[in-house]
């Protein structure tokens, strides 16, 4: 079996493209083929997506939800607090920005985050505080001012 090194390689099985460095390529069939550790690849994926410098498009959105084993109601309820419908249009935009909210995004990207934790990094101060805030936050909640006494 003939083997070799591509130096760039643009691989597009998660369902966008990605760039790899240092592939090595397997013939057969007369045809040559990448040889790629697809679970590896993903999870550099998804924490390269919580970080990257543009929004994020369809196809990214599609990979990060079936990526944490979600459906498009779990997703939608449990990570962005929005209606399946939403989360499925934002998908449909496939290789096009997804045009959500700045906002909706950012929390997109904190729940990746939040999921690459290690459970040491969890149980620190700094994670009970966030989590106490999602917590006490319920997209359902009837909104209250906040009350401050002796203001004057």
Known sequence: MKTKIEKNY??????????????????????WHPKVDVRKVASEVINLLATKDSV??????RFIRTHL???????????VHESHAAVRKWEEKGDKPTAMNPNTEFVIRNFIIEQALSKA?????????????????????????????NCA
């Open 121 to 149: 990094e969890k149980k620190s101060r700094y994670y009970s505080r966030v989590s106490k805030a999602k917590e006490f936050f319920k997209p359902t909640m009837a909104r209250k001012p906040l009350h401050v006494s």
């Open 69 to 79: 084993d979600m459906s498009l109601r779990e997703f939608g309820d449990k990570v």
């Open 56 to 61: 994020l498009t369809g196809s990214e959105v």
């Open 10 to 31: 643009c691989y597009t099985g998660l369902g966008f493209p990605v760039e790899l460095e240092q592939v090595e390529m397997v013939k057969l069939g007369g045809e």
